[in-house]
T-cell receptor, first 116, second 117 residues
Framework: AQKITQTQPGMFVQEKEAVTLDCTYDTSDQSYGLFWYKQPSSGEMIFLIYQGSYDEQNATEGRYSLNFQKARKSANLVISASQLGDSAMYFCAMRDLPGSQGNLIFGKGTKLSVKP | DAGVTQSPTHLIKTRGQQVTLRCSPKSGHDTVSWYQQALGQGPQFIFQYYEEEERQRGNFPDRFSGHQFPNYSSELNVNALLLGDSALYLC????????????????FGAGSRLTVL
């Protein structure tokens, strides 16, 4: 069965510094997608970045990049130049079925706190 | 462009009661998924609706049921509420297409927080 593991319950980072949030996954599928979402205290899940299993290059979206190491089954999120507004819960997720219909399987999340 | 809207935002019920949560998808989206997020956990998939039918279901009992209307909006119904049903219920919408994974990003609402006493 597919599984997402986030081993860091909480992380602290100084404003303007970079931070890496860890994510490992387990699947027997060859074709899958990996996602990162941000959840502020308001509750809404905000999409950050996506990586396909066949994508050769690491995904980047502004200050967010995904360090994808397929052999290690890891998909770590790197946030550069942290801002106070980055303080939130961050969830790694995987789509478990080929095609667009598969649901997302989430990890337990990492709470990021940005210090001024 | 309005995103996903959910109602109510908060509600309190007692054990054994029934609850209905509502969701309007993002404009242009035709697929609605529901997730349950218990305190301190990641969201768990309940079910997904497309073309007014349940297309996929997670590991939730039959007490959890849903509906999708012709305008793509959706309802989640939970019968015989248990204390363990207390959670944030998230609705997510997407556009079903023939493309591979990446295009179908889920857009989430802010959720309905249910407390069962």
């Amino acid at each position: 069965a597919q599984k997402i593991t986030q081993t860091q319950p909480g992380m602290f980072v100084q404003e303007k510094e970079a931070v890496t949030l860890d994510c490992t996954y387990d699947t027997s599928d060859q074709s899958y997608g990996l996602f990162w979402y941000k959840q502020p205290s308001s509750g809404e899940m905000i999409f950050l970045i996506y990586q396909g299993s066949y994508d050769e290059q690491n995904a980047t979206e502004g200050r967010y990049s995904l360090n994808f190491q397929k052999a290690r089954k890891s998909a770590n999120l790197v946030i550069s130049a942290s801002q106070l507004g980055d303080s939130a819960m961050y969830f790694c997720a995987m789509r478990d079925l080929p095609g667009s219909q598969g649901n997302l399987i989430f990890g337990k999340g990492t709470k990021l706190s940005v210090k001024p | 462009d309005a995103g996903v809207t959910q109602s109510p935002t908060h509600l309190i019920k007692t054990r054994g009661q029934q609850v209905t949560l509502r969701c309007s998808p993002k404009s242009g989206h035709d697929t609605v998924s529901w997730y349950q997020q218990a305190l301190g956990q990641g969201p768990q998939f309940i079910f997904q609706y497309y073309e007014e039918e349940e297309r996929q279901r997670g590991n939730f009992p039959d007490r959890f049921s849903g509906h999708q209307f012709p305008n793509y909006s959706s309802e989640l119904n939970v019968n015989a509420l248990l204390l363990g049903d207390s959670a944030l219920y998230l609705c997510a919408s997407s556009l079903t297409s023939g493309r591979a994974f990446g295009a179908n990003v889920l857009t989430f609402g802010a959720g309905s927080r249910l407390t069962v006493l």
